[in-house]
């Protein structure tokens, strides 16, 4: 659901339809296990591939708000920094007002954030290239290496110029990984300087991956649960937490 220009403030919640796509997938999804220095962003990413024979490649993404001090969300010190002109425009409300479900959007902004953190994707056809476990790492820490941390890897303002990956399947190693509550074999990129990457095979057409910032790993539990629909709130600023 994308809106341009003014947003009536009676607009609908997209995280209801988010939610609603998330339960009509035909396979299981996965999130980082409920922690207090983490709160899911209620709006998922979708990606889907489709070819002749109907749907090839269907994933969805969670991002989460990251809390430094997860005691007290209003703490200053979980701000990231921002210029002036930027923090004064998710300060100031527009004089039409703007529904609240975008008003919690944009003040998450003033936060930093795991972006499309963990991913499940799910495969039409498993033996095609690029759908082992390897690959998937591969694919999505290089995704967010590209689109996270341009700058750190010195490359131009035009992703179309690109040089190729660096990171290859020679990077993945074995792992375990908790999920649901037991250790199962999982896969992981340890030998990146920026992120640190685990994933575990699902099914033989689903995996689960996941990408954490290296400044971001030690307040990140790397536990995973099947996702089930519950309230989330994408920057609270209250002293309490649960």
């Known amino acids: 659901m994308e809106y341009s220009g003014v947003v009536p403030t009676d607009a609908p919640d997209p995280s209801i339809e988010s939610e609603k796509r998330l339960r ?12 207090r220095s983490l709160t899911r962003t ?24 990251l809390w430094r001090y997860p005691d007290d969300h209003a703490d200053p010190r979980n701000e990231i920094e921002l210029d002036e002109a930027t923090r004064r425009s998710l300060m100031e409300e527009p004089p039409w007002g703007r529904p609240a479900w975008l008003i919690a959007h ?21 033996g095609r290239a690029r759908s082992s476990l390897p690959e998937q790492l591969v694919d999505h820490t290089d995704h967010i290496l590209r689109n996270q941390f ?12 690109d040089p190729e990956s660096n990171t290859t399947t020679a990077s993945v190693s074995e792992a375990s990984v908790e999920v649901d509550g037991e250790e199962r074999p999982a896969m992981q990129i ?7 990457s685990i994933g575990f095979p699902i099914d033989e057409q689903v ?36």
């Open 150 to 161: 341009r700058e750190e890897l010195g490359l131009s303002a035009d992703p179309r110029v």
């Open 106 to 126: 944009v003040q998450a902004f003033r936060y930093p954030m795991l972006w499309e953190a963990v991913r499940t994707k799910w495969h039409a056809s498993p």
């Open 207 to 242: 995996t689960c991956t996941a990408v954490i910032p290296r400044d971001a790993l030690a307040l990140v539990d790397l536990a995973f649960t099947r996702f089930s629909a519950r309230p989330q709130t994408p920057a609270r600023t209250d002293s309490s937490d649960g």
């Open 42 to 65: 209620p709006i998922a990413g979708f990606t889907e591939t489709t070819g002749m024979a109907g749907r090839e490649e269907v994933s969805a993404s969670f991002s989460y708000t």
């Open 190 to 196: 340890d030998t990146d300087p920026l992120v640190y």
């Open 24 to 35: 009509s997938l035909p396979f299981p999804v996965f999130e980082l296990r409920p922690q």
